[in-house]
């Protein structure tokens, strides 16, 4: 779940400053993939074999948060 916090401040009629805040993945909940990877080999050359052959992983990466603010005139 992702999650978003923002607020404008208007300076005059047409100066507006903005303030925002994201969080992605916000509850840090795992959301692992519904299949394995499927790929045994990591080239033509089947002496190279994937060492996450078979590993479900996760699909999303942990919680991240973000502040950014923007003058828009």
């Known amino acids: 779940m992702n999650f978003a916090l923002g607020k404008n401040f208007y300076i005059t009629e047409r100066v507006r400053f903005q ?20 790929t045994a080999s990591t080239s033509a050359s089947t002496d190279l074999v994937n060492p996450n052959f078979g590993r479900i992983t996760l699909s999303e ?13």
């Open 61 to 73: 990466p942990e919680r991240r948060m973000q502040i950014s603010a923007r003058l828009s005139f």
């Open 19 to 38: 303030i925002r805040g994201e969080a992605f993945n916000a509850f840090n909940h795992i959301n692992p993939r519904l299949f394995p990877l499927g």
